[in-house]
C-alpha cells in the first residue's frame, strides 16, 4: 500500500474531524521516518521527504477524496472525509491547541448557569504568547525526525465568527487562565476557578453582571478554595478586589487570603464591580469600589 493509503488508514483511527496542514506535514514526516505505528505495514525509507513529496503525497489525498479544505477555515485546515464531523468545540481545539472553552461557554459546561449560550466564547494567548507555545512544541514534534535546517513551524490560523454554524467570540490575552483538558477529547476547559475569575473580567461574555451575581450568590460559597486560588493566581489586582468584595461583603465569607487582597484596594482611583457600567453612588469603603450593580 502507498503513503496516501496507509495516511488513509492513520487518519480514520486517529477519528479526528480535521486536521491542520502542519500537522499534516508533520504525520507524513514521522511516517517516512518510520515513527507512526501502521495498520497496514509501511515499508518507509527513514530518510526525511523533500517539499516536493510532501505536496504530491498531500495532492493524492485530495485526489482519493481522503481529506478536503475545511469549509469554515479553508485551505490552511482539511476536513477528514472517513471521519464523521464533530463539534464547534472539537474543530477549534484542532485547529487552535493552545484555546480552552471560557466564559459563559465554561458557566454553562460546569451547570453553573441555566443559560444555553448560543455562541462559543474560547480564550487564547496573544500573538506573541500563542509564537513561544509553538516555540516550546518543537523539540517534541521533531523528535526521532531526520531533519536539517529551519525547523518548519505551527502556522497560527484565526478562528472565523462562525463554525460549523455556531457564532464563536474569541478572548486574545496576554495571561491566560488555568484549563483541564476534557475526558477523551482534544477540547480544553478553563477551571471552575478560572471561570470564577472570567465572570468579573469581562461579565458581559458571562450572560451580564446581574448574571454573574446571580451565579457567584448560588455557587461561590461551595467553590470558594477553587476561586481564591484562580484569583490569587491573576495578574490584575482591580480583580482581587472585586473578589475580595463579592466575597466577603456580599456573601460573608471570612477567609485570612481574602483579608490580604485588600492592600490592591486603591482610595480615589477609577475602580467599579462591573467594568462595563458606569458609576453608580453605592460604594464599598472596605474595598473602594463603585457597586455599580
Known amino acids: 500500500m502507498n503513503a496516501v493509503g496507509i495516511l488513509r488508514e492513520i487518519l480514520e483511527r486517529y477519528q479526528r474531524p480535521v486536521i491542520t496542514d502542519h500537522d499534516l506535514k508533520l504525520m507524513i514526516r514521522r511516517l517516512y521516518a518510520g515513527l507512526i505505528q501502521t495498520p497496514t505495514p509501511y515499508q518507509h525509507s527513514g530518510a526525511a521527504p523533500s517539499p516536493a513529496v510532501i505536496a504530491r503525497i498531500i495532492d493524492g489525498l485530495r485526489r482519493d477524496r481522503v481529506i478536503r479544505d475545511d469549509p469554515d477555515f479553508g485551505p490552511p ?24 472553552i471560557s466564559h459563559q461557554s465554561a458557566l454553562q459546561r460546569f451547570g453553573l448557569s441555566d443559560r444555553n449560550p ?14 513561544e507555545e ?15 535546517g529551519t525547523p518548519p513551524r505551527r502556522r497560527r490560523i484565526g478562528i472565523p465568527e462562525q463554525v460549523r454554524k455556531r457564532p464563536i467570540l474569541v478572548h486574545e490575552t496576554k495571561h491566560p487562565g488555568a484549563w483541564r483538558r476534557m475526558a477523551d477529547s482534544r477540547v480544553r476547559l478553563a477551571t471552575i476557578g478560572q471561570t470564577f475569575v472570567d465572570t468579573i473580567t469581562r461579565p ?9 451575581l446571580e451565579v457567584w450568590d448560588r455557587h461561590a460559597d461551595l467553590y470558594r478554595d477553587e476561586i481564591i486560588a484562580a484569583v490569587e493566581a ?4 482591580l480583580v482581587k478586589v472585586r473578589a475580595g468584595h463579592l466575597l466577603s ?6 477567609d485570612a487570603r481574602i483579608d490580604a487582597w485588600h492592600q490592591f484596594a486603591q482610595r480615589g482611583s477609577s475602580q467599579k464591580l462591573d467594568p462595563e457600567r458606569p458609576y453608580a453612588p453605592s460604594f464599598s469603603e472596605h474595598w473602594m469600589l463603585s457597586l455599580n450593580a
Not at 468545540?89 to 480552552?100: G, I, N, W
Not at 509553538?134 to 536539517?148: H, Y
Open 77 to 100: 485546515v482539511h476536513q477528514v472525509f472517513d471521519v464523521l464531523d464533530q463539534s464547534a468545540e472539537a474543530v477549534c481545539a484542532e485547529v487552535d491547541p493552545f484555546s480552552y
Open 118 to 131: 448560543v455562541a462559543l466564547v474560547l480564550t487564547t494567548p496573544d500573538v506573541a504568547l500563542w509564537r
Open 134 to 148: 509553538c516555540d516550546r512544541l518543537i523539540p517534541e514534534e521533531l523528535a526521532g525526525l531526520p531533519f536539517s
Open 204 to 212: 458581559s461574555w458571562c450572560g451580564g453582571m446581574n448574571h454573574v
Open 234 to 237: 491573576c495578574p490584575y489586582k
Open 249 to 254: 461583603e456580599r456573601l460573608g465569607i471570612a
